[in-house]
T-cell receptor, first 108, second 116 residues
Framework: GQNIDQPTEMTATEGAIVQINCTYQTSGFNGLFWYQQHAGEAPTFLSY????GLEEKGRFSSFLSRSKGYSYLLLKELQMKDSASYLCAVRGTDKLIFGTGTRLQVFP | KAGVTQTPRYLIKTRGQQVTLSCSPI?????VSWYQQTPGQGLQFLFEYFSETQRNKGNFPGRFSGRQFSNSRSEMNVSTLELGDSALYLCASSLGSGGFRTGELFFGEGSRLTVL
């Protein structure tokens, strides 16, 4: 079967660093995606990992370990606008399957 | 370039009715995927269409169906609506099909369905 787990909610302070973890079990693996979704809006693409290691894009970084079925999204220098849900998604042999999302609240 | 457009944005139906939702993908995108989003379940995959053919299907009952037209526009239909069908239905387009390795999805704003 296919399963993606990530924490339901997290809180952090403006300016801090937060790490959102994602573990997965899928049939086949063709990449892991992170999406950001603000309340009432469409999800938007943040990052894509298909090989092990760290991908850095500005304040956001994403890490993948295929052998452990594990990824994390690292957000640095948090801003109030980073308050959103972060969705981990894995493309198996065919479909792109999403986790339930982690709701991040950033406080001043 | 225009994004993914979904219509209608909001609609209210009663149990037993049927509903049709429409999605226009980004120009040049040939793949359209549909997802149901609810607070407890997150994004649940419904189906994916590529060049008018259903490529993949999620674990939803036969009441949920869809199609894609030659211009890549897609529709999904839900018949005999149930209270539990109340959700945000998101459409996403991409260049390639499900097996396309870098298939980043571009989402529309969604159609919020309320079933009374």
């Amino acid at each position: 079967g296919q399963n993606i787990d990530q924490p339901t909610e997290m809180t952090a302070t403006e300016g801090a660093i937060v790490q959102i973890n994602c573990t997965y079990q899928t049939s086949g693996f063709n990449g892991l995606f992170w999406y950001q979704q603000h309340a009432g809006e469409a999800p938007t693409f943040l990052s894509y990992n298909v090989l092990d290691g760290l991908e850095e894009k500005g304040r956001f970084s994403s890490f993948l370990s295929r052998s452990k079925g594990y990824s994390y999204l690292l957000l640095k220098e948090l801003q109030m606008k980073d308050s959103a849900s972060y969705l981990c998604a894995v493309r198996g042999t065919d479909k792109l399957i999403f986790g339930t999302g982690t709701r991040l609240q950033v406080f001043p | 370039k225009a994004g993914v457009t979904q219509t209608p944005r909001y609609l209210i139906k009663t149990r037993g009715q049927q509903v049709t939702l429409s999605c226009s993908p980004i120009s040049g995108h040939r793949s359209v995927s549909w997802y149901q989003q609810t607070p407890g379940q997150g994004l649940q995959f419904l189906f994916e269409y590529f060049s008018e053919t259903q490529r993949n299907k999620g674990n939803f009952p036969g009441r949920f169906s869809g199609r894609q037209f030659s211009n890549s526009r897609s529709e999904m239909n839900v018949s005999t609506l149930e209270l539990g069908d109340s959700a945000l239905y998101l459409c996403a387009s991409s260049l390639g099909s499900g097996g396309f390795r870098t298939g980043e999805l571009f989402f529309g704003e969604g159609s919020r369905l309320t079933v009374l």
